[in-house]
């Protein structure tokens, strides 16, 4: 059963974590049947780190939980690694950043996944459920947030921060707008009014998205930050995955969605965003050079990521986001399984591990910030006596 | 001065399987009032911290920042989006679902009945998800026209206008999937209700060459009354609850918008569903606050409900 349990999960579609838990289950159950006779598409993979060395095998289970955002990435480093290595079992449960931290701090996780690094007073209390040791902050999921449209006539369409502010403070109520023509000179722009959508849940690509408006546009913008949207107008969506089947069933619509979500997507098209340097479209390779060129916070293995959404690097895109895991630098009980957290977490940070999350619709680290990341995981690593 | 005398019941009589019958149909009635204060008592105890250090008016505020510093929020949008949401569903489902009852007991064939009745009920068994995606994805597109037809010929009419020209994600649409939702409720139960017309009635009505509306009109109605108000509490008492389908179907936007036609609208319930999963502690506690809230208002409707109907009995004629 476990290899059927792992096909069957491989061929989820990205956003069955972000949505509901029941559908989730019955799709993995459906799927599994007919996924019987189908080989693991997780053994090339599995084979492929093998070979490279990526991937050393530690029996037994841990559990985790967290952020939804980077459940996907985590999904698929699970299936790869299980396939690998079948004595081992790693439970990753989307319950939410919030959640997930809670989990940790209270030990009942091994390690824990959040859209915003763990600091002030939840680190100090992580001190003692590390029995005395510090916990880190490890950046190891990067992704981008995509400003998708649905207008029939319009195969691209080129956005500036202030416009894009405008657009979702309901400012900009259409799509024949001057800032939007001024932009877009050679697109058949309609005389329609543009359907916005947000999400209406609590999110965390909230968060990034309103920070991002903030520091780019703060003439425009000037909402609060944070998970809850707060700008006028615009009609909600719950998750990402119905903000995108939103936008694909209404024309003259925009929304915002993480990357994965451009992967075959129907009738939405992203927004290239003008910064000053050129459009750059949302691809994982753009987004991956902001995150390499944003300034970061490193200590004894502790890494906090500060994007710098007002990028101007040639092709870097803007809306640029990175998920952590917060694990114990040491002093994790052994039931907890240190060791296998140790080498899945190495696991993950490899070429092999980073190189998987450009195929699903995340952003692969690259350059000085991966190498402060492996810097990260080798703390962990010697915790384990590994 | 009865004609019969029961016999005197002494102490000794009473056996234990009585005894223990009553006892166990006690502690049963006894359980569900604990039950009932337990659930009062958590939401209380869990909705205090997030009560004392809200900065907003939680009557008045119509924000939702429980976890921002400082927190501010209130229930003043949710509580109008519940109570206006399950308005329209009510004026939408009553009519209908006391007309397809009326018609399953007095006029329809009886095969046909039996199959319509069972129809009926059978919409009480689709998993509330079920309803959410069938009426985001396949029923909005298709009431958007008539959406953009009420505001554009109907607009005068201050909640039917719409000025933003959107027509998706709108009150109006949630109130028709919640409509058919409780569809069903209303119907079964009056249903039930209009079987339990005396025959007598009925028949001398017909009798006296009443005709059939003449007498459902003057048999039926007035003896039902009561219990089809009971039905309509309980329908209203499921659209006030409904979770997943509305968090689905409204914009879930944080205002007071009466125009049923433009995206907007938002419940307590789907509000819970939406927020929690990335809620810190302190967003808990006001999301159970709003639980706290919903509680109160559907305790107020049942009992204002029975209030009625035991008023209403003494004028009933049935008794």
Same mark, same amino acid.
């Given at each position: 059963?476990?290899?059927?349990?792992?096909?069957?999960?491989?061929?989820?579609?990205?956003?069955?974590?972000?949505?509901?838990?029941?559908?989730?289950?019955?799709?993995?159950?459906?799927?599994?049947?007919?996924?019987?006779?189908?080989?693991?598409?997780?053994?090339?993979?599995?084979?492929?780190?093998?070979?490279?060395?990526?991937?050393?095998?530690?029996?037994?289970?841990?559990?985790?939980?967290?952020?939804?955002?980077?459940?996907?990435?985590?999904?698929?480093?699970?299936?790869?690694?299980?396939?690998?290595?079948?004595?081992?079992?790693?439970?990753?449960?989307?319950? #939410?950043?919030?959640?997930?931290?809670?989990?940790?701090?209270?030990?009942? =996780?091994?390690?824990?996944?959040?859209?915003?690094?763990?600091?002030?007073?939840?680190?100090?209390?992580?001190?003692?459920?590390?029995?005395?040791?510090?916990?880190?902050?490890?950046?190891? $999921?990067?992704?981008?947030?995509?400003?998708?449209?649905?207008?029939?006539?319009?195969?691209?369409?080129?956005?500036?921060?202030?416009?894009?502010?405008?657009?979702?403070?309901?400012?900009?109520?259409?799509?024949?707008?001057?800032?939007?023509?001024?932009?877009?000179?050679?697109?058949?722009?309609?005389?329609?009014?543009?359907?916005?959508?947000?999400?209406?849940?609590?999110? #965390?690509?909230?968060?990034?998205?309103?920070?991002?408006?903030?520091?780019?546009?703060?003439?425009?913008?000037?909402?609060?930050?944070?998970?809850?949207?707060?700008?006028?107008?615009?009609?909600?969506?719950?998750?990402?995955?119905?903000?995108?089947?939103?936008?694909?069933?209404?024309?003259?619509?925009?929304?915002?969605?993480?990357?994965?979500?451009?992967?075959?997507?129907?009738?939405?098209?992203?927004?290239?965003?003008?910064?000053?340097?050129?459009?750059?479209?949302?691809?994982?390779?753009?987004?991956?050079?902001?995150?390499?060129?944003?300034?970061?916070?490193?200590?004894?293995?502790?890494?906090?990521?500060?994007?710098?959404?007002?990028?101007?690097?040639?092709?870097?895109?803007?809306?640029?986001?990175?998920?952590?895991?917060?694990?114990?630098?040491?002093?994790?009980?052994?039931?907890?399984?240190?060791?296998?957290?140790?080498?899945?977490?190495?696991?993950?940070?490899?070429?092999?591990?980073?190189?998987?999350?450009?195929?699903?619709?995340? $952003?692969?680290?690259?350059?000085?910030?991966?190498?402060?990341?492996?810097?990260?995981? #080798?703390?962990?690593?010697?915790?384990?006596?590994? | 001065?009865?004609?019969?005398?029961?016999?005197?019941?002494?102490?000794?009589?009473?056996?234990?399987?009585?005894?223990?019958?009553?006892?166990?149909?006690?502690?049963?009635?006894?359980?569900?009032?604990?039950?009932?204060?337990?659930?009062?008592?958590?939401?209380?105890?869990?909705?205090?911290?997030?009560?004392?250090?809200? &900065?907003?008016?939680?009557?008045?505020?119509?924000?939702?920042?429980?976890?921002?510093?400082?927190?501010?929020?209130?229930?003043? =949008?949710?509580?109008?989006?519940?109570?206006? &949401?399950?308005?329209?569903?009510?004026?939408?489902?009553?009519?209908?679902?006391?007309?397809?009852?009326?018609?399953? &007991?007095?006029?329809?064939?009886?095969?046909?009945?039996?199959?319509?009745?069972?129809?009926?009920?059978?919409?009480?068994?689709?998993?509330?998800?079920?309803?959410?995606?069938?009426?985001?994805?396949?029923?909005?597109?298709?009431?958007?026209?008539?959406?953009?037809?009420?505001?554009?010929?109907?607009?005068?009419?201050?909640?039917?206008?719409?000025?933003?020209?959107?027509?998706?994600?709108?009150?109006?649409?949630?109130?028709?999937?919640?409509?058919?939702?409780?569809?069903?409720?209303?119907?079964?139960?009056?249903?039930?209700?209009?079987?339990?017309?005396?025959?007598?009635?009925?028949?001398?009505?017909?009798?006296?060459?009443? &005709?059939?509306?003449?007498?459902?009109?003057?048999?039926?109605?007035?003896?039902?009354?009561?219990?089809?108000?009971?039905?309509?509490?309980?329908?209203?008492?499921?659209?006030?609850?409904?979770?997943?389908?509305?968090?689905?179907?409204?914009?879930?936007?944080?205002?007071?918008?009466?125009?049923?036609?433009?995206?907007? #609208?938002?419940?307590?319930?789907?509000?819970?569903?939406?927020?929690?999963?990335?809620?810190?502690?302190?967003?808990?506690?006001?999301?159970?606050?709003?639980?706290?809230?919903?509680?109160?208002?559907?305790?107020?409707?049942?009992?204002?409900?029975?209030?009625?109907?035991?008023?209403?009995?003494?004028?009933?004629?049935?008794?």
């Amino acid at each position: 059963m476990p290899s059927a349990h792992q096909a069957s999960r491989r061929y989820q579609p990205r956003g069955v974590a972000v949505s509901g838990v029941g559908l989730a289950l019955s799709g993995l159950v459906l799927s599994a049947c007919g996924s019987s006779t189908t080989v693991n598409p997780a053994i090339p993979a599995a084979e492929a780190a093998m070979a490279a060395g990526d991937i050393t095998c530690i029996d037994g289970r841990i559990q985790a939980a967290g952020s939804s955002a980077q459940a996907n990435a985590i999904t698929e480093w699970v299936n790869v690694y299980q396939t690998a290595c079948p004595q081992s079992t790693i439970d990753y449960q989307p319950v #939410g950043s919030g959640a997930g931290v809670e989990a940790f701090l209270s030990a009942q =996780v091994s390690f824990g996944g959040t859209d915003a690094a763990v600091e002030g007073e939840d680190l100090d209390n992580a001190f003692e459920r590390c029995e005395g040791n510090p916990a880190i902050n490890i950046p190891l $999921v990067g992704g981008a947030i995509a400003v998708v449209y649905h207008l029939d006539d319009v195969d691209s369409l080129v956005l500036d921060p202030s416009t894009i502010a405008g657009i979702f403070s309901s400012e900009i109520t259409r799509w024949n707008d001057p800032a939007i023509v001024a932009l877009n000179p050679d697109a058949a722009l309609p005389d329609a009014a543009i359907a916005q959508f947000h999400r209406s849940d609590s999110s #965390g690509t909230t968060a990034n998205f309103s920070d991002y408006l903030e520091a780019t546009a703060p003439d425009d913008w000037d909402y609060d930050t944070g998970k809850e949207w707060t700008a006028p107008g615009g009609q909600g969506a719950r998750g990402s995955d119905q903000v995108s089947a939103s936008v694909a069933q209404t024309p003259n619509s925009i929304g915002y969605v993480e990357l994965s979500y451009l992967i075959d997507a129907i009738n939405t098209k992203p927004v290239s965003i003008d910064q000053g340097a050129g459009p750059v479209e949302p691809t994982a390779q753009n987004a991956s050079i902001t995150l390499s060129t944003s300034p970061s916070f490193t200590e004894d293995g502790n890494i906090v990521l500060d994007i710098d959404y007002t990028t101007t690097v040639p092709d870097a895109y803007p809306i640029s986001i990175v998920t952590y895991e917060i694990v114990c630098t040491a002093g994790l009980s052994d039931n907890q399984n240190p060791a296998l957290v140790a080498e899945f977490l190495t696991f993950a940070a490899s070429d092999s591990g980073q190189e998987l999350l450009g195929q699903i619709g995340y $952003v692969p680290l690259s350059g000085g910030l991966l190498a402060d990341v492996r810097a990260s995981v #080798g703390v962990v690593m010697q915790g384990a006596g590994r | 001065m009865s004609l019969f005398t029961p016999p005197r019941i002494t102490g000794s009589s009473v056996r234990p399987g009585d005894r223990n019958f009553r006892f166990t149909t006690t502690a049963a009635g006894i359980g569900v009032l604990g039950v009932l204060a337990a659930i009062a008592a958590f939401l209380i105890w869990q909705s205090i911290p997030a009560l004392q250090n809200n &900065t907003g008016n939680v009557f008045t505020n119509q924000q939702w920042l429980p976890d921002a510093d400082p927190p501010e929020w209130g229930i003043a =949008v949710l509580i109008f989006g519940t109570l206006w &949401t399950s308005l329209i569903a009510m004026v939408l489902a009553v009519p209908i679902g006391i007309g397809t009852a009326l018609f399953i &007991t007095f006029y329809a064939p009886r095969r046909i009945a039996r199959t319509l009745g069972f129809v009926v009920d059978l919409l009480a068994a689709v998993p509330s998800i079920i309803f959410g995606l069938w009426g985001l994805y396949y029923f909005m597109p298709q009431i958007v026209p008539a959406a953009q037809w009420l505001s554009s010929y109907l607009g005068w009419i201050p909640f039917f206008s719409n000025d933003l020209d959107l027509y998706t994600k709108s009150i109006l649409i949630a109130g028709f999937v919640l409509a058919i939702m409780i569809l069903p409720t209303v119907s079964a139960i009056s249903r039930e209700v209009f079987w339990q017309v005396p025959k007598g009635h009925i028949e001398a009505s017909l009798a006296l060459g009443a &005709t059939r509306w003449e007498m459902i009109r003057m048999a039926v109605l007035p003896f039902s009354r009561p219990g089809m108000i009971s039905a309509a509490m309980l329908g209203l008492g499921r659209a006030l609850g409904e979770t997943i389908a509305v968090a689905l179907i409204l914009s879930a936007v944080f205002e007071i918008n009466w125009q049923i036609t433009e995206p907007s #609208g938002n419940s307590i319930a789907a509000n819970i569903a939406l927020k929690w999963g990335e809620a810190a502690s302190n967003g808990r506690s006001a999301l159970i606050a709003t639980g706290m809230a919903l509680f109160f208002i559907t305790l107020v409707v049942n009992m204002t409900a029975r209030w009625v109907v035991n008023r209403r009995r003494d004028f009933s004629g049935a008794n």
